[in-house]
């Protein structure tokens, strides 16, 4: 299987199966499922899913409401649940040899979560993940604001790529060294999974939830047929909408967009790669919505967040190292590392008081892009001037880039510090902070 070709052309984009998404159960169990991921002419693959389905089923919680979740594995390893984004307790995040101890093969977990943000969120399995989480074991967390802004529909559109063979199986080998040095599992077949299975009309307002579960797939996402802004980035609102153009979603990040559509036959989700546009999905528009008014896009609710103490704040730096191309890997010390360490060692990072801020250097001085995700904690992205830009879980910190970003420590734990392109995670690009 060739990996630079995808498997199927943009123009069978109208054949994809439709996605059916359950709400909101008490428990998640992680199974083998058997799920149309290829075009309904094609068969069904098998994968691991929650509750018979991957993607799993939508959660949806009022803001600072309880998530109670028993999660019951059924799969033939060891897994455990991961609420990206959730600033929650320490004891829930579901990160083995960390936080919690595996969940084995029968056993089961009781999650309890606050939801402290509105936003767009996601699960996903957090053992062996570059693994599960290829294979389909994740789903979307919604955390609903007290007053949604007015909108006519809300879709999630989760983007995902897969490696699938010939036969419509995923293609083995999760642990392929040469990926992991370069740019991870690339799928030769990407898709945005949407939901729910309903078209609209020319004129709807549409709020559009968008999440990157890929393991290690960039994806530039243009939209056709909308006119809008995006509101707000990795869940947590943007004091000013941005504009649609140049989106770009690493693993595990997301865009909340609300936009208006002018389109009268479609609306795309198109991702832009060198050899073109490739469609990976689509709404259709029918009829003509003669009720809502035209109206600017609104801002959301921010969320409650503690302002950095700039003057005050601890400097740090995580180099970024190793990879194809690198003397690190002509050594023979791991593929990846933070800091000259490969792996997870007993000692943090870095020991913060709780509250304490730090300005973080992300160097990246390897040859590829990554995607850096701090649990329990949002962080701001300095802009080149200096002044706090979005709030974020997830950076992308391109080849050669430095990103500074800020984070006020505030939730009390050991939390994981790792490269979301999750076959960097599995080859040792991942650290722990301790907040005391
Ligand atoms: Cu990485």
Redesign the pocket.
């Known amino acids: 299987m060739q990996r630079r070709n995808f498997l199927i052309s943009a123009s069978l984009a109208a054949a994809l199966p439709r996605v059916s998404w359950a709400s909101t159960p008490n428990q998640l169990i992680a199974q083998p499922v058997s799920a149309q991921i290829l075009p309904v002419d094609s068969p069904p693959t098998p994968m691991l899913g929650f509750n018979g389905s991957t993607p799993g089923p939508v959660l949806r919680v009022r803001q600072e409401d309880f998530l109670d979740v028993r999660f019951r594995n059924q799969i033939d390893q060891g897994s455990a649940v991961h609420w990206h984004g959730l600033r929650s307790d320490n004891a829930m995040d579901g990160v083995p040899g960390l936080t919690q101890d595996v969940v084995e093969p029968g056993g089961e977990f009781t999650y309890r979560l606050r939801a402290p943000d509105a936003g767009t969120f996601w699960y996903h399995s957090h053992n062996r993940s570059w693994e599960q989480v290829a294979k389909g074991l994740y789903g979307p967390l919604i955390v609903e604001e007290e007053t949604p802004p007015d909108v006519d529909h809300d879709f999630i559109v989760m983007i995902d790529d897969w490696r699938m063979t010939e036969a419509g199986t995923l293609a083995d080998g999760f642990d392929n060294l040469h990926d992991q040095a370069h740019q991870?599992r690339l799928g030769n077949y990407a898709r945005a999974l949407i939901v729910p299975d309903t078209s609209v009309q020319q004129g709807d307002r549409l709020r559009l939830r968008l999440v990157n579960v890929a393991t290690?797939r960039v994806f530039p996402v243009d939209l056709a047929g909308l006119e809008g802004k995006v509101v707000a980035l990795d869940g947590m609102p943007l004091s000013e909408p941005q504009e649609i153009a140049n989106l770009v979603l690493a693993p595990a990040q997301r865009a909340d967009i609300i936009a208006d559509v002018v389109s009268t036959d479609q609306v795309k989700f198109i991702f832009s790669t060198s050899e073109g546009p490739y469609i990976l999905g689509e709404l259709s528009v029918s009829g003509k919505n003669a009720v809502r008014q035209p109206s600017t896009i609104p801002t959301l609710p921010l969320n409650e967040t503690a302002q950095p103490e700039l003057d005050n704040a601890v400097s740090l730096t995580l180099n970024?190292e190793g990879?194809a191309m690198s003397r690190r890997m002509m050594s023979g010390s791991g593929i990846?590392a933070f800091n000259g360490q490969s792996g997870l060692t007993d000692t943090p990072f870095h020991r913060f008081e709780r509250g304490q801020t730090a300005r973080i250097n992300l160097v990246n001085e390897?040859r590829?892009?990554?995607?850096?995700h701090l649990h329990g904690h949002h962080f701001f992205e300095a802009k080149a001037n200096g002044d706090l830009g979005a709030f974020r879980d997830t950076t992308l910190v391109n080849s050669g880039e430095t990103r500074q970003v800020l984070c006020v420590f505030d939730n009390p734990g050991n939390w994981l510090l790792h490269?979301?392109?999750l076959?960097?995670?599995a080859a040792g690009?991942k650290t722990w902070v301790k907040v005391t």
Do not use: E, N, R, Y
Not at 368 to 372: E, L, M, Q, S, V
């Open positions: 991870g290690d970024i990879g990846w390897t590829f892009p990554h995607g850096i490269c979301h392109m076959g960097h995670q690009m």
